[in-house]
């Protein structure tokens, strides 16, 4: 592997940190690629065989890799370890014990049995952020259960509210709790870097994709222990705002939000409507939300009068915040999305995949870091090397079958 295509940290704000990322699926690998965009170096400890969970998530496949595996897995070493065998474990130890952070979903009794708790490395590693991902957190009469993204949708009430007008419950299309919990895992893990660099001293950091999705729902929760009623699927029209919904047009679906009194005014006049504008009873958006069905009905027939490309026209001049409801073939060709280099074309794939850049831009870093995901175990040898390990002792290591790698294969970088 070439210096060029290695992913070593550049100018990121976390260079020089060293994170051992023990975590599966997609939110803890979620987590880590934004600290890896970052500047870290990210080394992901892999079971024997199969690897990450996602690596067989699929189809698509390309290359015979996983699409959903690589969106949550460029910038980070792969290094294959086998915590059935003693020495596989003593191995992850010493990875540990060089690291700065450390990043597991696991099972509690599993990490007990195998020593990696973090009681255990806490007290071992005074200097180690310990950062536990789970479905329910650490604590609590659920703190054993797995924990799915669906699971996490359905518990924390985020479906209860999502879907057609009174139709059934819906999960959210993608991978929101795992996204979320992502996020969520990457600030709390980069707050706690501030003080271990200022004093040394490591943390505890309890993550969970509830806790996650209860943070997406804090403004639904508020309104409703406030008083609200208990809300239902209603096809997003049952926003605090109104009028904040999607609309059919002449030809297609387009998004309106209303965001003040004035904006309001402004948009009664511009669709043709200016008595609504008028109406006191309607001045003020409490007033709208007691009217929002007559109200909702008198503006739908208005815009099916033109298309979404004209209202678009129409809305842009007066100030009123739209946009079309657009396909994920319209977004990936979307001229922002362009502009803002927002899809990053995987090294090595000839721009037949890709992944998504993460949600911030950095003036010190402006071209992102963008390595391509690992094979299986390519830099198990390369790693270990660097934590002082001979040639023999790891020859060794591999024949009992402690650790695996592959080939060093170069994969170009962006």
């Given at each position: 592997?070439?210096?060029?295509?290695?992913?070593?940290?550049?100018?990121?704000?976390?260079?020089?940190?060293?994170?051992?990322?023990?975590?599966?699926?997609?939110?803890?690998?979620?987590?880590?690629?934004?600290?890896?965009?970052?500047?870290?170096?990210?080394?992901?400890?892999?079971?024997?065989?199969?690897?990450?969970?996602?690596?067989?998530?699929?189809?698509?496949?390309?290359?015979?890799?996983?699409?959903?595996?690589?969106?949550?897995?460029?910038?980070?070493?792969?290094?294959?370890?086998?915590?059935?065998?003693?020495?596989?474990?003593?191995?992850?130890?010493?990875?540990?014990?060089?690291?700065?952070?450390?990043?597991?979903?696991?099972?509690?009794?599993?990490?007990?049995?195998?020593?990696?708790?973090?009681?255990?490395?806490?007290a071992d590693f005074p200097h180690l952020i310990y950062c536990a991902m789970s479905g329910f957190g650490l604590d609590g009469p659920d703190h054993t259960l797995p924990g799915y993204d669906l699971a996490a949708q359905a518990r924390s009430g985020l479906m209860s509210v999502t879907g057609a007008k009174g139709g059934a419950p819906q999960r959210v299309s993608t991978a929101l709790s795992d996204v979320v919990t992502g996020m969520c895992a990457a600030l709390a893990?980069?707050?706690?870097?501030?003080?271990?660099?200022?004093?040394?001293?490591?943390?505890?950091?309890?993550?969970?994709?509830?806790?996650?999705?209860?943070?997406?729902?804090?403004?639904?929760?508020?309104?409703?222990?406030?008083?609200?009623?208990?809300?239902?699927?209603?096809?997003?029209?049952?926003?605090?705002?109104?009028?904040?919904?999607?609309?059919?047009?002449?030809?297609?679906?387009?998004?309106?939000?209303?965001?003040?009194?004035?904006?309001?005014?402004?948009?009664?006049?511009?669709?043709?409507?200016?008595?609504?504008?008028?109406?006191?009873?309607?001045?003020?958006?409490?007033?709208?939300?007691?009217?929002?069905?007559?109200?909702?009905?008198?503006?739908?027939?208005?815009?099916?009068?033109?298309?979404?490309?004209?209202?678009?026209?129409?809305?842009?001049?007066?100030?009123?915040?739209?946009?079309?409801?657009?396909?994920?073939?319209?977004?990936?060709?979307?001229?922002?999305?362009?502009?803002?280099?927002?899809?990053?074309?995987?090294?090595?794939?000839?721009?037949?995949?890709?992944?998504?850049?993460?949600?911030?831009?950095?003036?010190?870093?402006?071209?992102?870091?963008?390595?391509?995901?690992?094979?299986?175990?390519?830099?198990?040898?390369?790693?270990?090397?660097?934590?002082?390990?001979?040639?023999?002792?790891?020859?060794?290591?591999?024949?009992?079958?402690?650790?695996?790698?592959?080939?060093?294969?170069?994969?170009?970088?962006?």
């Amino acid at each position: 592997m070439s210096d060029q295509d290695r992913p070593t940290p550049t100018s990121g704000p976390l260079t020089g940190l060293r994170v051992v990322d023990l975590t599966t699926s997609y939110a803890g690998p979620t987590a880590s690629m934004y600290l890896a965009d970052l500047g870290a170096d990210v080394i992901k400890v892999e079971r024997p065989g199969t690897g990450d969970d996602a690596r067989s998530w699929g189809p698509p496949f390309v290359q015979s890799s996983s699409a959903w595996f690589a969106s949550a897995n460029r910038n980070k070493r792969s290094v294959v370890v086998n915590l059935r065998d003693p020495e596989g474990r003593a191995t992850l130890r010493t990875l540990i014990g060089k690291a700065d952070v450390f990043m597991e979903n696991l099972n509690p009794g599993k990490l007990e049995a195998l020593d990696i708790d973090h009681v255990r490395l806490r007290a071992d590693f005074p200097h180690l952020i310990y950062c536990a991902m789970s479905g329910f957190g650490l604590d609590g009469p659920d703190h054993t259960l797995p924990g799915y993204d669906l699971a996490a949708q359905a518990r924390s009430g985020l479906m209860s509210v999502t879907g057609a007008k009174g139709g059934a419950p819906q999960r959210v299309s993608t991978a929101l709790s795992d996204v979320v919990t992502g996020m969520c895992a990457a600030l709390a893990i980069s707050a706690a870097v501030v003080r271990q660099r200022a004093e040394g001293i490591g943390d505890l950091i309890d993550v969970s994709l509830l806790d996650s999705d209860l943070a997406v729902m804090a403004p639904r929760i508020a309104a409703f222990m406030a008083g609200d009623p208990e809300p239902s699927p209603s096809g997003g029209t049952d926003s605090v705002l109104a009028i904040y919904q999607s609309f059919r047009t002449a030809d297609r679906d387009l998004v309106i939000a209303i965001g003040n009194d004035a904006m309001w005014r402004r948009f009664c006049v511009a669709i043709g409507l200016p008595e609504l504008a008028e109406d006191n009873d309607l001045s003020e958006n409490a007033g709208r939300r007691a009217h929002r069905t007559r109200l909702a009905d008198l503006v739908g027939a208005r815009l099916t009068e033109r298309t979404a490309a004209e209202w678009q026209q129409i809305l842009g001049d007066a100030g009123i915040p739209c946009s079309l409801v657009q396909s994920l073939s319209e977004v990936v060709a979307d001229p922002q999305v362009l502009a803002r280099e927002s899809l990053l074309p995987v090294p090595g794939t000839g721009a037949t995949m890709h992944s998504v850049r993460s949600p911030f831009r950095f003036s010190s870093i402006p071209d992102p870091r963008n390595t391509r995901f690992p094979e299986l175990g390519e830099h198990t040898v390369e790693v270990l090397t660097e934590h002082g390990y001979s040639s023999a002792a790891i020859a060794r290591l591999r024949e009992r079958g402690a650790i695996e790698a592959t080939g060093t294969e170069t994969h170009g970088a962006r």
